[in-house]
Nanobody, 122 residues
Framework: VQLQASGGGLVQPGGSLRLSCAAS????????MGWYRQAPGKQRDLVAT???????TYADSAKGRFTISRDNAKNTVYLEMHNLKPEDTAVYYC?????????????????WGQGTQVTVSS
């Protein structure tokens, strides 16, 4: 399974960006999809998650500014980010939890995208 993330870039404080992450490969279904971020010298932190049934979780720092959504037909998750702040600067990583159902077994796995850089600076 491959995850291709895109949409990062340089934006001024107060600006907006939309990240996308498309999953492809061999799987039966995707359960959760979402985004983490990692600033230089810091651990990777959760930003937002979205279940296949529409349940969402946001980090406190993202609430009210970021919106996560997904297109199940395209196996794609999006992150709309508004009112960006310098402290949002980080590499943003998408992930997807997949299930692969065969005659013999059901395999659950977590997959990560390659990361996309978001820089908020004037």
């Amino acid at each position: 399974v491959q995850l291709q993330a895109s949409g990062g870039g340089l934006v001024q404080p107060g600006g907006s960006l939309r990240l996308s992450c498309a999953a492809s490969g061999r799987f039966s279904s995707i359960t959760d999809m979402g985004w983490y971020r990692q600033a230089p010298g810091k651990q990777r932190d959760l930003v937002a998650t979205l279940t296949s049934t529409g349940g969402t979780t946001y980090a406190d720092s993202a609430k009210g500014r970021f919106t996560i959504s997904r297109d199940n037909a395209k196996n794609t998750v999006y992150l709309e980010m508004h009112n960006l702040k310098p402290e949002d600067t980080a590499v943003y990583y998408c992930y997807a939890n997949t299930l692969l159902v065969t005659d013999a077994e059901t395999v659950a796995a977590k997959h990560w995208g390659q990361g996309t850089q978001v820089t908020v600076s004037s």
